[in-house]
C-alpha cells in the first residue's frame, strides 16, 4: 500500500521562500509528482521525479530523494497567485496508478 | 493545449438514482481516470482504463461501475446513488506509459439528496 504525509497548511510572505516536504511509504515506487490546484480549479501537473536529485523550472523546483522516501517542493520569490493547494503523488509502476497526499493548503500573504 | 471537459460542474440527484458523469478529453490520450476528492482525503482513485473496452479498478470502486466505448470518452456510473457519494468528482487523462502527466477536468461537484 501507499501512505503519503505532507503537512495540511502552511503561510508565507510575497517574495519569501517556500519549501513543502512530502514523505511516502509505498510498495513499487517509480516517481514522484507535484500538481497545484488553486480553489474551484483543476489540479496542474508542476513537477515529476523519477530519479534522486533537484529538478529545477523557473521559481519552482522539486527534489527526491528515493532513500529516505522524501521530497519537497520549492517555490521562490513567492507571488499572491501562488496561494493554492500543492498536492504529492507518487507512481507505482506494479499498481500503475496515482496514490495522492491530502495536499498543503499554501497561503501567501501581502 | 489538453482539454479535459466533464458534462456538468454541479449536479443534484437523489438517493437511489441512477448517475452518469461524463468525461471527454480531446488529445488521442490512451489513459483516464476518475478521482473522487473530499477535504482531509486527497484525490482518491475510483477507476481507470488504458484502452478502450478496458477497465481496472482503483483503490474506492465499490458503488461505482465506468464505460469506456470510445477513446476520447470515459464514463463514471453511480449505480444507485447514496449520500456518502456526494464529493467533488475529477476525471484525467494521459498519454502511454502510465507513468506520463495526467490532465485534468474542471470537476464536477456532485450532491446526492
Known amino acids: 500500500g501507499q501512505n503519503i504525509d505532507q503537512p495540511t497548511e502552511m503561510t508565507a510572505t510575497e517574495g519569501a521562500i517556500v519549501q513543502i516536504n512530502c514523505t511516502y511509504q509505498t510498495s513499487g515506487f517509480n516517481g514522484l509528482f507535484w500538481y497545484q490546484q488553486h480553489a474551484g480549479e483543476a489540479p496542474t501537473f508542476l513537477s515529476y521525479?523519477?530519479?534522486?536529485g533537484l529538478e529545477e523550472k523557473g521559481r519552482f523546483s522539486s527534489f527526491l530523494s528515493r532513500s529516505k522516501g522524501y521530497s519537497y517542493l520549492l517555490l521562490k520569490e513567492l507571488q499572491m497567485k501562488d496561494s493554492a493547494s500543492y498536492l504529492c503523488a507518487v507512481f507505482s509502476g506494479s499498481a500503475r496508478q496515482l496514490t495522492f497526499g491530502s495536499g498543503t493548503q499554501l497561503t501567501v500573504l501581502p | 493545449d489538453v482539454k479535459v471537459t466533464q458534462s456538468s460542474r454541479y449536479l443534484v440527484k437523489r438517493t437511489g438514482e441512477k448517475v452518469f458523469l461524463e468525461c471527454v478529453q480531446d488529445m488521442d490520450h490512451e489513459n483516464m481516470f476518475w478521482y473522487r476528492q473530499d477535504p482531509g482525503l486527497g484525490l482518491r482513485l475510483i477507476y481507470f482504463s488504458y484502452d478502450v473496452k478496458m477497465k481496472e479498478k482503483g483503490d474506492i470502486p465499490e458503488g461505482y461501475s465506468v464505460s469506456r466505448e470510445k477513446k476520447e470518452r470515459f464514463s463514471l456510473i453511480l449505480e444507485s446513488a447514496s449520500t456518502n457519494q456526494t464529493s467533488m468528482y475529477l476525471c484525467?487523462?494521459?498519454?502511454?506509459?502510465?507513468?506520463?502527466?495526467?490532465?485534468f477536468g474542471d470537476g464536477t461537484r456532485l450532491s446526492i439528496l
Open positions: 521525479n523519477v530519479l534522486d
Open positions: 484525467a487523462s494521459s498519454e502511454a506509459p502510465s507513468n506520463q502527466p495526467q490532465h
